[in-house]
């Protein structure tokens, strides 16, 4: 199955194009102008309860099932949003889910845990683990799996490989349909796959990213996935596409690491919400928003210059996680 204009053959999965919402209020709380300032939501993308991995598995989905698989395994923390949509992916498809998710199980599951068990997905969990191990885990799954008589497919962590980024470098062209006039695209990065899409569909110097500490090294990510997307025949401009020198990535509200809520992203969070009436998830899109404030503060992000906040959904983890009750109360 492919999805109507998509360069590459893809499973269908959302609903396109997102909107792009004018945030005017929230331009003027800025100092932006009222017209400056809109958000691409990403979050109400359709499956699953929506955000910006179902334009990956878009892609990574239709090479499992390419591939002939009847289940997949993904990695992630314990309230991943990519581990949640990958269940409803894998529901919608037909697919047996499988999650290796990092730690112990908790005593009472919230969050994407709950919606991960209402999907059907099987919840695995690795323990202590650092990136490499839990990928490892996953493979020992899969092949447990395989041993089994169950053709299995592993998707990576984050959806994110130059297959995953392909749904961003689409999404760039769905937004430069909506924003012709676009001069800055700010957007969280996590595992780096929806920032190179980006990069690769819209220039390097057009997409601000914050690193939100979920990878070690995350412009060398980034570079790498735009570097691959270059080099594939088929997509947008074709084989040996521009490879950018530099990306741009913000690492100032990364705070006490990957999971955590910083001051600056509680107060981001709430003065989107008190502005606009959009509610954004503390790991991703609220640290992008941050990220938004700390650039408009430093002249990154000017007046009269029209700039998207990609929200790239997870909702559902703000419910799990674990310095949000109680956060804006007062």
């Known amino acids: ?33 009222t017209d400056d ?13 929506g955000g ?8 990574t989905l239709h090479q499992a099932l390419q591939d002939g698989a009847a289940a997949v395994v993904t990695t992630g923390a314990p309230q991943s949003n990519h581990a949640r949509l990958t269940a409803a992916a894998a529901a919608r498809a037909g697919l047996a889910a499988v999650l290796v998710l990092v730690g112990d199980p908790p005593e009472v599951p919230a969050g994407n845990l709950v919606l991960d068990a209402l999907l059907g997905a099987r919840v695995v969990w690795a323990g202590d683990v650092d990136g490499a191990g839990l990928a490892a885990r996953a493979e020992e799954e899969a092949d447990r799996m395989r ?26 062209a769905e937004l430069l349909r909506q924003a012709p006039d676009l001069r800055t695209v700010v957007v969280a990065v996590g595992s780096g796959g929806t920032m190179a899409g980006l990069v690769h569909g819209l220039g390097a110097d057009a997409v601000l990213g914050v690193d939100t500490g979920a990878v070690t090294d995350p412009v060398h990510r980034v570079q790498e996935l735009v570097r691959g997307l270059a080099a594939e025949a088929g997509g947008p401009g074709g084989a040996g596409g521009p490879v950018p020198e530099h990306v741009r990535v913000r690492t100032d509200q990364v705070g006490d690491g990957y999971g955590t809520l910083t ?16 509610v954004l998830d503390p790991v991703y899109s609220g640290r992008a928003a941050a990220g938004l404030v ?9 007046r009269g210059e029209r700039t998207v906040l990609l929200h790239t959904g997870g909702l559902p983890g703000l419910f799990g996680h674990p310095a949000t009750a109680g956060a804006w109360a007062g």
């Open 294 to 302: 700390a650039a408009v503060a430093d002249g990154t992000v000017r």
């Open 37 to 49: 300032l809109w958000v691409k939501r990403d979050d109400l993308s359709g499956l699953g309860g």
């Open 52 to 59: 910006n991995k179902v334009r990956k598995l878009q892609h």
């Open 147 to 172: 041993r089994d008589g169950v053709a299995t497919a592993v998707v990576p962590f984050g959806g994110t490989s130059v297959v995953g980024a392909r749904g961003y470098v689409e999404a760039a």
């Open 1 to 33: 199955m492919t999805v109507t204009g998509s360069a590459w053959p893809s499973y269908p999965l959302g609903t396109w194009p997102t909107p792009l919402e004018p945030a005017p209020r929230l331009a003027g709380h800025l100092g932006l102008g």
């Open 263 to 278: 001051d600056a992203v509680r107060d981001a969070m709430a003065l989107v919400a008190r502005t606009e009436g959009i």
